[in-house]
């Protein structure tokens, strides 16, 4: 299986661990509002809201808060403003990292990302560095119970999916079952076809998926994981993406850890 979803699981039972509910949804209102204050509140003529939508859904953010940060969109008064930002560079090992953040500061956020990276024995790279290592996906995870994979397979591809696989790593049960794959451009109504058919997936984003992953030994993993969890705790990042993977062996270790 791809080192797509072992790197999510991994981080899934770390994160379940974290327990970083409050701050999960702050930065999820934050894409929210960029999303609405960009484009339209009308989800359905603005894919960039439609994904963030999708998103709060699947971690069961409060529609009270969702509307809340709508409203506060179309307000006059809201002079928030902040800025998109990539950064790409390398983790310890040599490891492709793609951050994605949302500021209200460049001149703050850029040295607290570089000094995080530096703390950890890696270093930012210029925009483009690794991003060809990824694909830009929409990404769909549905319960295995909820469908066959040949079901899914079929209305996934008649409804534009360029890829579906099985994820079957060890991890949260929630996390695993049947993953799809599609274009940015096409996430949106994807996720509309496969949810009447099969109801809501347990995930909805977009991701920077490795075209291949880069094998690491035990400490590498422990400090690649030291290193992102600095960087989700930083308020202004939205997602991390790498693509380091990691034996059984290895993984055994991170379970016995996060036990």
């Not at 939508?53 to 409060?62: G, I, K």
Request: hydrophobic content about 40%; glycine content about 8%.
């Amino acid at each position: 299986m791809s080192g797509h979803s072992q790197f999510k699981n991994i981080m899934y039972r770390k994160g379940a661990q974290d327990a970083k509910r409050a701050k999960a949804f702050a930065k999820l209102g934050r894409e929210i509002l960029v999303a609405a204050k960009l484009g339209s509140t009308d989800p359905q003529a603005n894919p960039r809201l439609r994904a963030a939508l999708a998103a709060a859904r699947t971690v069961n953010m409060p529609n009270d808060n969702i509307n809340r940060i709508l409203k506060k969109a179309l307000g006059e008064d809201n002079t928030e403003s902040y800025e998109d930002i990539r950064f790409e560079g390398f983790g310890v090992g040599g490891v492709s990292v793609i951050v994605e953040a949302l500021t209200d500061n460049r001149h703050r956020t850029v040295p607290e990302i570089r000094s995080t990276f530096s703390k950890f024995g890696g270093n930012l790279g210029e925009l483009g560095s690794v991003s060809f290592l990824f694909e830009h996906d929409g990404y769909l995870l549905f319960p295995r119970e909820s469908t066959t994979f040949d079901d899914l397979f079929e209305k996934a591809v008649e409804a534009g999916a360029e890829n579906v696989e099985e994820e079957t790593e060890e991890g949260e049960e929630s996390q695993r079952g049947w993953a799809v794959f599609c274009s940015v451009e096409n996430f949106g109504a994807l996720r509309d076809a496969l949810t009447e058919s099969f109801g809501e997936p347990s995930k909805a984003e977009i991701i920077w998926k490795p075209v291949n992953t880069l094998d690491c030994d035990f400490e590498t993993v422990q400090t690649l994981l030291k290193m992102i969890d600095a960087l989700e705790d930083n308020d202004d990042v939205q997602k991390v993406f790498t693509n380091f993977s990691c034996g059984p062996d290895v993984q055994a270790r991170l379970d016995a850890e996060f036990v």
